[in-house]
């Protein structure tokens, strides 16, 4: 369906509980798979809105001593000076894309759909919300980095630059460290209006997702995809 990046297993759907007028596409992290993620939103979902967890393909990870296993791009290091795959982002990227634009065919146009995921599918979901000319309502970015922020620039987002964007991070996250987090706030205030930007944190939480965010999740989501006044359906 969106090339041979995206896995061959079908999304993990939390479908609509009327007829859905919005969509979230979620992206989860590395050696994961949507399923745990697509529970996650059944836990927060909003009626009219179908939620979308596709998996990422098996393939090697330089950072986990090439083993293979779920994930979006290859990933080196988490070192924020570290090289990066270049390509397969920008692989992984267009695969994503290509989903959204299923969906608009679908019914559910661009600006009805949130985009969002965990780890390095939360640095999928900016560097697609970025480089995209499809207009999104928003980006869900849960401790995670920007990909390639070096060679992005204003100049290049399109569709975007008003977009606005929810990113949170705990304090306690060991693996993609807090000051990651700040360092990529800082570059997103940058490139993007600012204040559109929100960036939660949250003291004890280490790299996962607690309620409190989740919560911060469901009010973000909503306020970006607000019922549609069913008498102009």
Known sequence: MCGNIMSALLPAIVPAACRATAAVIFLHGLGDTGHGWAEAMAGIRTPYVKYICPHAPVMPVTLNMNMAMPSWFDIVSLNPHAEEDDT??????????????????????????VLGGFSQGGALSLYTALTTHQ???GVVALSCWLPLRNSLSQSMISSNKDISVLQCHGEADPLVPFTIGCLTVQKLKVMLNPSNITFKTYPIMPHSACLEEMMDIKQFIEKQLPEINKSII
Not at 94 to 111: C, F, M, R, T, W
């Open 135 to 137: 207009k999104l309502a």
């Open 88 to 113: 397969g982002i920008k692989r992984a990227a267009e695969s994503i894309k290509a989903l959204i634009d299923q969906e608009v065919k679908n019914g559910i146009p661009s600006h009805r759909i």
